[in-house]
């Protein structure tokens, strides 16, 4: 190259510097030590069972069963792509502030689930309740069992996604 005289071209900052990531949870298999770790654990075993349980009971009220379907279904993957995540090493190569992603995931699962446990557990009582002579929801006793367990472990698996939202709320407090 010959020396024009004309110095280098600066380079633009935003592309030199990128955030550090903020992960205060260990990464591989440790990851499963932890609290956290235990709970994504409890979060994927209890929310697999609801997914199981609804779709077992044949879906007596499709619209109501069916956003209790949506919610554990989406908050099963999530469960499941938020610990690969960990599990793999990504979150030493994706640059982001993983506590608060943390937090918000555990925050929406937690409201989405809160209302799909309430949801689930109003159709389960309201099951074979007679008004003016009718039924309102016709459900065997098979079926009202299988409501009454989704129910129960909705229940526990909103606890499980409340605490994990705790615990990132007390990583991502500055």
């Known amino acids: ?27 591989g298999v440790e990851v499963i030590r932890t609290y956290s770790g ?20 044949n879906v007596p009220v499709p619209i109501v069963q069916g956003w209790v379907m949506f919610v554990s279904i989406m908050a099963f993957l999530g469960s499941i792509m938020y610990l ?11 640059h982001t502030n993983w506590n608060f992603v943390d937090l918000a995931f555990h925050f929406l699962a937690f409201v989405f689930y809160f209302s799909a446990f ?5 159709i389960t009582s309201l099951s074979n309740q007679y008004r003016n002579g ?21 229940f526990t698996a909103t606890t ?14 500055p």
């Open 1 to 27: 190259m010959a020396e024009t005289g004309m110095p280098p071209p600066v380079p633009n900052p935003a592309t030199l510097s990128y955030p550090v990531a903020t992960v205060t949870l260990p990464t």
């Open 38 to 57: 235990a709970f994504i654990c409890l979060e994927i075993i209890f929310g697999g069972l609801v997914w199981i349980l609804v779709a077992a009971s």
């Open 84 to 94: 690969c995540v960990f599990l793999c090493g990504l979150v030493n190569r994706i």
């Open 118 to 122: 309430v949801l689930e557990a109003a």
């Open 134 to 154: 009718t039924e309102s929801i016709f459900m065997d006793s098979r079926k009202i069992g299988l409501n009454v367990a989704a129910t129960i472990f909705a």
């Open 160 to 173: 499980c996604y409340g605490c994990s939202m705790i615990l990132g709320f007390r990583r991502w407090k």
